[in-house]
């Protein structure tokens, strides 16, 4: 093969290749990329007709956002390495149910608020962004500061955590959890989870 032709193929693969890797970095967004485009997502959804389809839909969108997981083990705490395998598997399980709940019960409130997002920043407890929710029509209600805790899961974004004007999900659990188990037992959380969730409190 001549030197020119040779050098030419270099370049183009050269050229290539970077194609290739630009492409794959634009696959993979910011973490702020990922919260606007759930955001956006959950809105599209909550904008059709109302039916069982739909719902099952806003619930998937909700599924996308959290990482169940790493919710449970850290609002858990310390508790959690106490746990057997069954009794991490129940309390996810719970958990995931309750939080599943209860977002779905605010989410269609939402329609009405929008988003700006303010910066990440990384922490121990993963990357930190941001926002400020405003109504978009009603100027007597106040702006409401909400932070996303996120991490990474095989890849993608996933929140672990919610601060809303400082309160954190996590924390609240958590403090909640530890009292519950330190008078009455680990089994007696569980009970109360369970019945929480079949009352629709969550």
């Given at each position: 093969?001549?030197?020119?032709?040779?050098?030419?193929?270099?370049?183009?693969?050269?050229?290539?290749?970077?194609?290739?890797?630009?492409?794959?970095?634009?696959?993979?967004?910011?973490?702020?990329?990922?919260?606007?485009?759930?955001?956006?997502?959950?809105?599209?959804?909550?904008?059709?007709?109302?039916?069982?389809?739909?719902?099952?839909?806003?619930?998937?969108?909700?599924?996308?956002?959290?990482?169940?997981?790493?919710?449970a083990k850290?609002?858990?705490?310390?508790?959690?390495?106490n746990r057997?395998?069954?009794?991490?598997?129940?309390?996810?399980?719970?958990?995931?149910?309750?939080?599943?709940?209860?977002?779905?019960?605010?989410?269609?409130?939402?329609?009405?608020?929008?988003?700006?997002?303010?910066?990440?920043?990384?922490?121990?407890?993963?990357?930190?962004?941001?926002?400020?929710?405003?109504?978009?029509?009603?100027?007597?209600?106040?702006?409401?500061?909400?932070?996303?805790?996120?991490?990474?899961?095989?890849?993608?974004?996933?929140?672990?955590?919610?601060?809303?004007?400082?309160?954190?999900?996590?924390?609240?659990?958590?403090?909640?959890?530890?009292?519950?188990?330190?008078?009455?037992?680990?089994?007696?959380?569980?009970?109360?989870?369970?019945?929480?969730?079949?009352?629709?409190?969550?």
């Amino acid at each position: 093969m001549g030197r020119e032709v040779r050098r030419i193929l270099l370049a183009v693969t050269a050229v290539l290749m970077l194609l290739v890797t630009g492409s794959v970095q634009a696959a993979e967004p910011s973490p702020e990329d990922f919260l606007r485009g759930r955001h956006e997502a959950l809105t599209a959804i909550l904008g059709q007709p109302k039916s069982p389809i739909r719902e099952k839909r806003v619930l998937a969108a909700i599924d996308e956002v959290f990482d169940y997981g790493e919710l449970a083990k850290r609002s858990l705490g310390d508790e959690w390495k106490n746990r057997s395998p069954d009794e991490q598997k129940q309390f996810q399980e719970l958990l995931e149910g309750l939080v599943r709940q209860s977002y779905r019960k605010s989410v269609d409130s939402t329609l009405g608020w929008g988003v700006d997002y303010r910066g990440k920043v990384a922490k121990e407890q993963g990357i930190v962004v941001t926002t400020v929710a405003k109504h978009k029509s009603d100027s007597r209600k106040s702006p409401v500061s909400v932070d996303y805790t996120l991490i990474q899961v095989d890849g993608k974004w996933r929140v672990c955590d919610v601060i809303i004007e400082g309160s954190s999900l996590v924390s609240n659990y958590r403090s909640q959890f530890t009292k519950i188990i330190k008078k009455k037992g680990f089994a007696e959380l569980l009970s109360k989870m369970k019945s929480k969730l079949a009352k629709g409190d969550g």
